[in-house]
Nanobody
């Protein structure tokens, strides 16, 4: 199965920016739609963004639309989540996710417990007010 490793989290002031990276290995990268979820303390893991395997289609949660941008570099087996205008409510552990392109539906409609989703170990993002 595909292995995912995230990087780029940290502490930032409200209004600031961060870029998260997720590098995949173990399987053909272009066979996977990629995305990000996040989980704040005491809350369930929630969808953030998804990008199709060729990068031609993206989807975002309403809470991040217009502030976050998801892209991928298939030559580097990496996806990037650019986060601008960060808010304290964006504080969470951010998890990279992968879904085989042949799995129907979008990540936004899948339960985070769905075994067809593959996960990284997570990276902490903390936004101070």
């Amino acid at each position: 199965q595909v292995q995912l490793v995230e990087s780029g989290g940290g502490l930032v002031q409200a209004g600031g920016s961060l870029r998260l990276s997720c590098t995949a290995s173990g399987r053909t990268f272009t066979n996977y739609d990629m995305g990000w979820f996040r989980q704040a303390p005491g809350k369930e893991r929630e969808f953030v963004a998804q990008i199709s395997r060729n990068g031609g289609w993206t989807a975002y949660a309403d809470s991040v639309k217009g502030r976050f941008t998801l892209s991928r570099d298939n030559a580097k087996n990496t996806v990037y989540l650019r986060m601008n205008s960060l808010k304290p409510e964006d504080t969470a552990v951010y998890y990279c996710a992968a879904k085989g392109y042949f799995v129907p539906g979008t990540m936004a409609t899948m339960s985070p417990k769905d075994e067809r989703l593959y996960w990284g170990q997570g990276t902490q993002v903390t936004v101070s007010s």
